[in-house]
């Protein structure tokens, strides 16, 4: 085994490894910095296959974007610290099978896609040449799934938001608790008051 092999499952086990530990984690600050961390082992394996500018928009979009995000609407909540509710069983068995279905679905796609050998030269994977790849209109091009990935940080801007809204009363507007023997003798002094009117 080489060097290079040894780099490539060192990587792959980071990104495996922070994504099971993410979704496993019942501490949603510890979730969040997993996630962190197997995002990163992506941008390590753009980085081992030469793409650089690929592994800094990972680094830019991901890292530094969403998960970044996601960490300050959790300290916004003051619920970092609490362990999340486990979910139902039935929750649990359907998110299982889903991520083994995606699995099962992509190796098939892989398995039965054909590779054709060419003898053009690669297209060098400069920031010039990919840029231009990302906004053509062309067959090829892939214009559509860089709006998506807009989309997506605005999504999740608006998520963060909304996780971090805490409708703050002032203590004097809050009203203590009342139970029903208080509620009766209330009612009792509206209508004694009504009487005497």
Do not use: W
């Amino acid at each position: 085994m080489n060097v290079s092999s040894i780099i490539f499952y060192l990587l792959a086990a980071t990104v495996i490894g922070g994504g099971l530990m993410a979704v496993t984690s019942r501490k949603i600050f510890r979730s969040a910095v997993f996630l962190l961390f197997s995002l990163i082992g992506i941008a390590g394996l753009y980085f081992f296959l030469d793409y650089e500018f690929i592994a800094a928009v990972q680094i830019v979009v991901y890292v530094g974007g969403i998960v970044v995000l996601i960490i300050f609407s959790i300290f916004l909540t003051h619920g970092s610290g609490e362990d999340m509710k486990r979910p139902a069983l039935g929750r649990a068995v359907f998110s299982a099978l889903a991520a083994i279905f995606g699995c099962i679905l992509t190796m098939f796609f892989i398995y039965n896609q054909v590779f054709v050998k060419t003898t053009e030269a690669a297209i060098e994977p400069s920031a010039g040449n990919i840029g231009a790849q990302m906004l053509s209109t062309t067959e090829h091009g892939y214009i559509l799934p860089f709006e998506v990935v807009s989309m997506l940080l605005l999504a999740a801007m608006i998520g963060c938001i909304v996780i971090a809204i805490k409708i703050k009363v002032p203590p004097h507007q809050i009203l203590p608790e009342k139970s029903e023997e208080d509620i009766i003798v209330e009612a009792v002094v509206e209508e004694e008051s009504i009487v005497i009117e």
